[in-house]
C-alpha cells in the first residue's frame, strides 16, 4: 500500500535553532517528492520538488534531502524564525496514474 | 487570476442540508482537485478534473458527494443531505497538468465546513 509516514507528529523549537523532519514513504514506482508548508488556516504551499536523481535541494533556509533507496526525506530549516510556525506535508507521486500520497504533516511551532 | 480562490472561506450548516463548494483555478490550469482534510488529519483525496472531465472519482467517500466542472474554469463541490462526520476544511488544487508535473499544485486557503 503507498503509504507516507512523517515524524515528529509535533515540535517545538526556540526561534533561531535548526530542526530536522522526517519523511519515510513506500510509494512505488517513485516519481518525486514534494515538501509544502500549510499555515493555519491556508492552503499548503510549495517549498520544494525533488526527482529521483536530486539529493539535496535548498529554497532559502530549507533543504530538503532524498535518499530513494531507503525511501527517506528530510527538510532541514535552518535559523528559524516565529514565521515557520506551520504545518509541513511531506508528498509523494509515483509513475502511474494514481492521486498523490500525502503524509499527514509535521506541527512546527517556533517560540521565542 | 492570481491564485485559487475558494468559497465561502467559512460556511456552517444544518445537519441534512445541502452545501455546495466553489472553486476558481488560476486561468489556463486544466488540471482541478479537490481535498478533505479533517482536523488534524493529513489531505484526503476527493476527485480530479482534466479540463471538464472527471478520470478520478475514487476519493469521493459517498454518493453524496459530487462534483462538476465547467469551462475548464470554474468547480463545484456539492454535498448532500451533509452530516457531521463531513465536518473539515475542503482544499481544492490546480495545476497546468495533471500531477502538476515539475511545478506542483497550487492549493486554495479551503472552505471550513461545520454541520451542526
Known amino acids: 500500500k503507498n503509504q507516507v509516514e512523517q515524524s515528529p507528529q509535533s515540535l517545538i523549537i526556540l526561534e533561531g535553532k535548526n530542526c530536522t523532519l522526517q519523511?519515510?514513504?513506500?510509494?512505488?514506482?517513485?516519481?518525486?517528492l514534494r515538501w509544502y508548508k500549510q499555515d493555519t488556516g491556508r492552503g499548503p504551499v510549495s517549498l520544494t520538488i525533488m526527482t529521483f536523481s536530486e539529493n539535496t535541494k535548498s529554497n532559502g533556509r530549507y533543504t530538503a534531502t532524498l535518499d530513494a533507496d531507503t525511501k527517506q526525506s528530510s527538510l532541514h530549516i535552518t535559523a528559524s524564525q516565529l514565521s515557520d510556525s506551520a504545518s509541513y506535508i511531506c508528498v509523494v507521486s509515483n509513475t502511474g496514474n494514481t492521486p498523490l500520497v500525502f503524509g499527514k504533516g509535521t506541527r512546527l511551532s517556533v517560540i521565542a | 487570476g492570481a491564485g485559487v480562490s475558494q468559497s465561502p472561506s467559512n460556511k456552517v450548516t444544518e445537519k441534512g442540508k445541502d452545501v455546495e463548494l466553489r472553486c476558481d483555478p488560476i486561468?489556463?490550469?486544466?488540471?482541478l482537485y479537490w481535498y478533505r482534510q479533517r482536523l488534524g488529519q493529513g489531505l484526503e483525496f476527493l476527485i480530479y478534473?482534466?479540463?471538464?472531465?472527471?478520470?478520478?472519482k475514487s476519493g469521493l467517500p459517498s454518493d453524496r458527494f459530487s462534483a462538476e466542472r465547467t469551462g475548464e474554469s470554474v468547480s463545484t463541490l456539492t454535498i448532500q443531505r451533509t452530516q457531521q462526520e463531513d465536518s473539515a476544511v475542503y482544499l481544492c488544487?490546480?495545476?497546468?497538468?495533471?500531477?502538476?508535473?515539475?511545478?506542483?499544485?497550487?492549493f486554495g486557503s479551503g472552505t471550513r465546513l461545520t454541520v451542526v
Open positions: 486561468s489556463g490550469h486544466t488540471a
Open positions: 478534473f482534466q479540463g471538464n472531465s472527471a478520470p478520478d
Open positions: 488544487a490546480s495545476s497546468l497538468a495533471y500531477r502538476g508535473s515539475q511545478d506542483g499544485y497550487t
Open positions: 519523511c519515510n514513504y513506500t510509494v512505488s514506482p517513485f516519481s518525486n
